[in-house]
């Protein structure tokens, strides 16, 4: 995975200690510093409300603080997490699945021939990758309306599949990493063009396309704005909105909340089960995401 | 997609691409252009004092927050017949404007609104009227019999040149909280004046230090003190126009009461749902001026007081005021399309769920605007034996809200708490700042399009 | 999605290289130009129109820009967001580039593996979701870094968001989301550097300090633009941070702090779709000057 071990052992000169401390420290520090916070927001999942503000931040409720949140939070407009869960999966894959298929062939394109446009493309999607979304809303939901599409999950994907930003990481991945002699030899070896991108750089693009994937799968997982604008009924909601709307009844957020409303603990507990999808497709994506498999095989 | 080559001339292809591409494309934007010419509405017929669409059979789409959904569903129970389409969202919470954005889209598209909606805020009607959203309910489909039964003043952030756009679901008038018990233990006695109220915060810093005798902290502390001493601060005098002086006599004398309370820490400044107070104060509350949802929500609901100890008294009032008034933290409203296709549907809903019994009188968590219904409300929060007192105090100071504080499109609430907060924390007095809080309450009020007198 | 692979070119009369590419180059972007178009040009096309009409889409010129500025929380709205921006940017580029180096230097990769996870933990918290933690954590009377809180000199949360300290804050929550995700795109960049050049720089004699600055960070020139460009687009397009800090105070701290705060606000408080545009507009025209600035000098477009 990581170069290290593949250096001979014997020749590497002797490290010194302090640079050693110095990077041990280093990584510890900032490893409190992402680590802290999930970690008082799993233990948050297994307390009572009084137990959060009165307990030790670090400390371990009891399971029977978890399951009584669990049911507090199903019991939340019958079982709507679980569904919310469902939504986001299904707006999620879909997308994902698209932008795969088109934002991968098109930066592969644009790193790799030369054609008319291909720089007013390149300039033009990194323009609207650069544009503020908040009037972006308005637009787009006219012109799903005109399209028919309002109250589809269409309304939500169709927007979500559009990914310049995965474009751009293709892109940049092809024109570093894979050198274009390589193409070049497959190209005199009677391979057509898509036979090249087919039968040689899809094999080589594996960590852009998992790289890919995964980011395209995280931003269509945390988007909030969107759904929260497009769609019209409650039961089509996805995780982030649900997340949302749990926020709007707590007391300490909206405190004219009535006497349904969710205590700390059980949207903590909903925060966690929101993250825990992008957490395994982390895992799962990060086995991919292995080195250049060229390293060394052509030099550019 | 498919991919099929090779193709005779690809420079003839090419250019047949760009040109289908362009065609696409031009076709999207006159499409989305025309979009948002809005639905041509054919057939209106002007009826109840507006132009309704024409009326259709089908699906009652209703808007609700997730407390209100008790409400829709008990409909739903009692009515088999109705055929609703209950939608859950955020009820506006926090200023989340959402109702608004997609009142907004939807005029663009012409089609799409809600037939009946909830509102966690009073202040729809600034914008909802503007937007040709919000149905007159005073123009024939609400009777007058009806509408009168409300508390007095509790339409009135509804009405609009004097025309009633939206129904109060509750009230939140505020009156002074008290602990019955521990008042006793102390040997104190409830406050009927301001000045009265101040004595006794000095006492209790003196003779029982630790114990609070109201909170500072949240953003609603001008409604509940500055409102209820009559200060200016918020005068609506008109559809977009608003009077503000908060350096008249009435918000100074209630300011230097605060500072000095504040001061001897009798008065809090974390905020009833702070953590900081749920952690420290949550057992030192004696006295709590706060409107009527304090006695569920912050007392039994979030600091956990055990029953017969939280008891209700009216709020004080100053020394030689001829007639007690008081102020107002929020309540509901709800608002009924003017582009309902079914607005017989609409309109029974929207008169069950603000004065029937069945929800306003034994399952509402608010105080009900509808004063019939308050009274089977106050009956039963007896019957629940919570509470160390009869509610009565709430009753009288539903009708006692001082009208002169109106619900402008901007929030006093979030005014409050950008300019006077931080100042608080930082040890300032609020007397000092009340020419800062002016100067913000006009400048958001002239950003928002109000005229502003000062 | 089917790519037909048969016989090309070589059966036929073979068209010369360039245009056979030219052609393939099209076909391989013919699917993305249609979403770009759809949902990314027509879109941001339409917003530039808002920002130069009124609501009854007559043309006003720069109106829309000149009354937007004249908002009284604009200039103040302007310099937070160029203070953040300092923060944000110089925060982001040298702890990523650093953290992607160190863990590459490390020896275990199941160390290294697990460290990059655990940087990333973060990144899925996204908006709603983070607000109760930021609530908590910056809270001294609850937060497990009081003691930290209390040696800064803070012992309530008010004190803590005191409007000084807003870009810190902001910087430090933007950093915890945002981080992670980066350090696995530069950690992944630098994978893919090929190991003779490493090797070579190595039997030259060069330390960790010089190999990383003559040789990995050169090498990793385009990835650091792109990050730059992102970043320095999303920090002057802050949101999320205040806006979640601004839940968790209800309202204390955070409001109206920065410019895309003001476009929602315009958009979708004040009805006014059109002053919202033309602050969108000068934030995409500040963005892409940046960009543009970045791109010239490093040869980003290049297909080298």
Same mark, same amino acid.
């Given at each position: ?87 986001? %999966? ?11 298929? *088109? ?9 790799? %021939? ?13 323009? *609207? ?146 993250? %825990? ?24 | ?59 009652? &789409? ?43 889209? $939807? ?11 909830? @509102? ?98 949240? +953003?609603? &502390? ?45 008065? @809090?400044? +974390? ?27 912050? $007392? ?24 007690? @008034? ?10 009924? @399309?003017?582009? +309902? ?65 109106? +619900? ?47 | ?98 953290? /992607? ?24 918290? /996204? ?51 945002? /981080? ?86 315009? /958009? ?37």
């Amino acid at each position: 995975m990581s170069p290290a071990p593949r250096q001979a052992s014997g020749r590497r000169r002797p490290r010194r200690l302090v640079p050693r401390l110095l990077t041990g420290s280093v990584l510890l520090v900032f490893l409190v510093f992402f680590v802290l916070p999930v970690l008082w927001l799993v233990l948050a999942a297994t307390k009572t409300d009084q137990q959060l503000v009165h307990g030790s931040p670090l400390s371990f409720g009891s399971w029977h603080a978890f399951k009584h949140n669990w049911d507090g939070l199903t019991a939340f407009q019958d079982n709507a997490v679980l569904q919310w869960l469902g939504n986001s %999966t299904l707006y999620a894959v879909i997308s994902l699945v698209i932008t795969l298929c *088109v934002a991968v062939p098109a930066g592969y394109g644009l790193a790799m %021939t030369e054609f008319r446009g291909r720089h007013t493309l390149l300039v033009s999607t990194l323009v *609207v990758m650069l544009m503020p979304t908040a009037t972006l809303v308005v637009p787009l939901f006219l012109e799903i309306n005109a399209a028919h599409l309002i109250g589809t999950m269409w309304s939500i994907i169709l927007p979500y599949s559009f990914y310049p930003f995965g474009v751009y990481l293709t892109y940049i991945y092809f024109t570093t990493a894979v050198p274009k002699d390589l193409l070049a030899a497959a190209r005199m070896d009677g391979c057509s063009e898509f036979g090249v991108f087919r039968y040689i750089a899809l094999p080589l693009a594996t960590p852009v396309i998992a790289l890919v994937g995964f980011f395209s799968f995280v931003a269509n997982w945390t988007n909030y704005f969107l759904p929260y604008v497009m769609l019209p009924e409650s039961d089509q909601m996805p995780i982030q909105v649900g997340v949302g709307s749990l926020l709007s009844n707590v007391p300490s957020f909206n405190p004219a909340v009535g006497p349904l409303a969710i205590e700390r603990p059980q949207l903590a507990l909903a925060t966690l089960l929101a993250i %825990t999808p992008v957490l395994i497709v982390f895992l799962f994506a990060q086995r991919f995401l292995v080195s250049g498999m060229l390293a060394g095989a052509t030099k550019e | 997609m498919t991919v099929n080559k090779p193709s005779p001339s690809p420079k003839r292809t090419l250019g047949k691409k760009r040109a289908a591409l362009l065609a696409g494309c031009a076709a999207t934007v006159s499409l989305a252009l025309t979009a948002c010419g809005g639905g041509g509405t054919g057939g209106t017929t002007t009826k109840d004092g507006f132009a309704q669409a024409p009326q259709k059979d089908g699906a009652l &789409t209703v808007w609700v927050d997730a407390t209100r959904m008790d409400a829709a569903k008990l409909y739903q129970q009692l009515h088999p017949e109705a055929k609703l389409d209950i939608v859950s969202y955020d009820g506006d919470a926090n200023g989340s404007n959402y109702l608004q954005t997609k009142v907004q889209l $939807f005029n663009r598209t012409g089609k799409g609104w809600p037939d009946v909606v909830f @509102s966690s805020q009073n202040n729809e009607a600034s914008w909802a009227v503007d937007a040709g959203f919000a149905a007159p309910l005073n123009k024939g489909l609400v009777p007058g019999s009806t509408l009168g039964q409300f508390s007095k003043g509790a339409n009135d952030v509804c009405t609009v040149n004097g025309t009633v756009y939206c129904l109060r679901n509750d009230l939140s008038q505020a009156v002074l909280w008290y602990n019955a018990p521990l008042l006793k233990r102390f040997g104190y006695s409830v406050p009927a004046t301001w000045e009265e109220y101040q004595q006794l915060g000095e006492k209790v810093a003196k003779e029982h230090p630790g114990y609070l005798v109201g909170d500072a902290g949240d +953003s609603f &502390t001008p409604e509940i003190y500055l409102w209820a001493s009559k200060c200016g601060a918020n005068h609506i005098t008109g559809p977009k126009a608003v009077s503000v002086n908060t350096t008249s006599e009435a918000c100074t004398k209630m300011a230097k009461l605060l500072d000095v309370l504040i001061k001897n820490k009798s008065m @809090s400044i +974390s905020g009833v749902f702070s953590t900081d107070f749920g952690k420290n104060q949550a057992d030192k509350v004696l006295l709590m001026p706060g409107p009527a949802w304090y006695g569920g929500a912050v $007392f039994r609901d979030t600091l956990k007081v055990p029953a017969k100890q939280i008891a209700a008294a009216p709020i004080p009032q100053w020394q030689g005021d001829s007639a007690p @008034s008081t102020g107002n933290v929020g309540g509901g409203t709800w608002l009924l @399309s003017q582009h +309902s296709t079914h607005i017989k549907a609409a309109t029974d809903f929207l008169k069950w769920v603000t004065t029937d019994n069945a929800y306003q009188g034994e399952k509402a968590p608010g105080f009900p605007a509808y004063a019939p219904a308050a009274e089977a409300w106050l009956k039963g929060q007896a019957a629940s034996g919570y509470f160390a007192s009869d509610l009565s105090a709430l009753t009288t100071a539903s009708s006692q809200v001082w009208p002169e504080w109106g +619900s402008g499109q901007f929030s006093q609430e979030a005014i409050w708490a950008a300019t006077v907060k931080p100042g608080l924390t930082q040890g300032k007095s609020i007397v000092s700042m009340l020419p800062a809080w002016q100067d913000s309450i006009v400048k958001y009020a002239k950003s928002n399009g109000y005229k502003v007198s000062q | 999605m089917t790519l037909s692979h048969s016989s090309t070119g070589s059966v036929h009369g073979r068209p010369s290289g360039a245009r056979r590419q030219s052609r393939a180059g099209l076909a391989f972007v013919a699917a993305y130009v249609i979403l770009l178009i759809a949902f990314g040009i027509l879109p941001t096309g339409y917003a530039v129109y808002f920002a130069f009409t009124d609501a009854g889409g007559t043309f006003t010129g720069f109106g829309n820009f000149i009354t937007t500025a004249q908002d009284f929380r604009f200039m103040d709205a302007v310099g937070h967001v160029a203070l953040y921006l300092l923060f944000w940017l110089v925060s982001l580029v040298v702890f990523v580039v650093s953290l /992607a180096l160190l863990l590459h230097r490390l020896a275990s990769g199941t160390l290294s593996r697990s460290l990059r996870f655990f940087f990333y933990v973060p990144g899925a918290l /996204a908006g709603a979701a983070s607000v109760l933690v930021w609530l908590f954590m910056l809270d001294p009377t609850v937060s497990p870094v009081s003691s930290l809180l209390g040696l800064l000199g803070f012992h309530t949360f008010g004190e803590v968001i005191a409007p000084g300290n807003l870009p810190l804050l902001f910087t430090v929550i933007a950093f915890w989301t945002g /981080a992670g995700g980066w350090i696995v795109v530069i950690y992944g960049a630098l994978n893919n550097i090929p190991s003779d050049v490493m090797e070579a720089a190595r039997i030259d004699g060069a330390g960790a300090w010089q190999t990383a600055w003559h040789v990995q960070i050169p090498m990793l020139r385009k990835w650091i633009v792109y990050m730059v460009i992102l970043a320095f687009a999303g920090g002057a397009q802050l949101f999320v941070e205040p806006q979640l800090l601004s839940l968790a105070s209800v309202g204390v701290a955070g409001r109206d702090y920065a410019l895309n705060q003001l476009t929602y606000d315009f /958009a979708f408080q004040m009805n006014n779709v059109n002053g919202a545009a033309a602050v969108s507009v000068e934030l995409l025209v500040v963005s892409v000057s940046a960009a543009a600035v970045f791109v010239a000098r490093s040869g980003f477009f290049d297909a080298d």
